[in-house]
């Protein structure tokens, strides 16, 4: 038998209902407070309006229109020309520019990587931490001009790198002279520059594990290699996964190292699409050329970031 409440026993069992002025009241006072809210919120909002929503969406429209740069009237649209253009026979933004940007991006991580956790785990063993940490994390500080300049010095015929080589009784080497070692030696730099950051995410992902793993891997005869690949690796995951992501897209966005060091030479080694982007834009005055090699630099990194996630993401959902 269905047991169906009247509205007396439903009101007795729910409580009564709220007067019809006190849910009016309840409302004014809810958008009250969503105005007040928005009212704060505007400043922030209008920053953003103004200098991500506007040029994103200038930018969309330059990618779809050809402009000298000049006056807004001479606006020309031209379709999907400034993106055919670039993969047309003859461009060189898909070979060398965009290969030479995804080597670079993929040469620092590999470099940023192995060289932070290299230097994380020691770290977490040793001493005076905090200045270790300190001590690796001084090239972030320091201006890419400064750090661009100095490593262009030590790369010279007579510098400190070629005098370490010849030391040992190894010839100089061109560094940034040779196509064939140009790219390279950039790429090791901006490894090193940014090996700072790395560093202290991976510290602090080293510190959260729990100590009582070790001490249970240990108790069980686990070597080092062992307790590093079974229990050390797997839960640095989501800091290794941090890592990853932000180093290469700082790497795919290299603009004032290679300008600094090299201008994109020697011939176009290392040429990347960030330095490409502005060269079409303020030395050849095609910027919807520049506008469409942006948004394809910007599929490009999006394309690449979610492959990162999907990759990590195979080993558990809290990666």
């Keep these: 038998m269905v047991n169906v409440l009247t509205p007396e026993r439903a009101e007795r069992a729910h409580g009564p209902r709220p007067a019809a002025p006190v849910v009016a009241a309840r409302d004014r006072a809810r958008r009250r407070q969503t105005v007040v809210a928005y009212l704060f919120l505007a400043p922030t909002l209008l920053f953003f309006a103004v200098f991500l929503v506007l040029p994103l969406g200038f930018a969309l429209l330059l990618s779809l229109s050809h402009w000298s740069g000049f006056a807004l009237g001479d606006i020309r649209p031209v379709g999907l020309d400034n993106f055919t253009g670039l993969f047309a026979d003859g461009s060189t933004f898909l070979a060398p520019v965009l290969t030479n940007t995804l080597l670079f991006a993929l040469g620092t991580v590999v470099l940023a990587l192995a060289g932070s956790l290299t230097v994380a785990t020691c770290i977490d063993n040793l001493r005076f931490q905090g200045l270790w940490r300190t001590l690796y994390f001084l090239p972030i500080v320091t201006t890419v001009v400064a750090v661009g300049n100095v490593w262009k010095y030590m790369y010279e015929p007579g510098g400190l790198v070629n005098g ?63 307790v590093f690949r079974r229990i050390t690796l797997p839960l640095l995951r989501p800091s290794l996964l941090l890592v990853c992501v932000t180093q290469l897209i700082t790497g795919l966005q290299s603009f004032a190292l290679i300008v600094v060091m090299t201008r994109g030479g020697p011939g176009d080694a290392t040429d990347v699409a960030a330095l490409e982007m502005y060269r079409q834009a303020f030395s050849y005055g095609d910027w919807g050329t520049a506008s469409a090699a942006a948004f394809v630099l910007f599929a490009v990194v999006l394309a690449v970031t979610l492959l990162q996630l999907w990759i990590f993401r195979r080993g558990g959902e809290d990666a």
Excluded: C
């Design 164 to 226: 370490a080589l010849n030391a040992l009784g190894l010839d100089s080497v061109a560094f940034l002279q040779d196509p064939d070692t140009a790219l390279p030696s950039v790429v090791v730099v901006q490894a090193w520059a940014s090996v700072g950051t790395a560093i202290l995410v991976l510290t602090a992902g080293l510190k959260s594990i729990p100590e009582s793993y070790y001490e249970a891997a240990a108790l069980d005869g686990a070597g080092p290699v062992t």
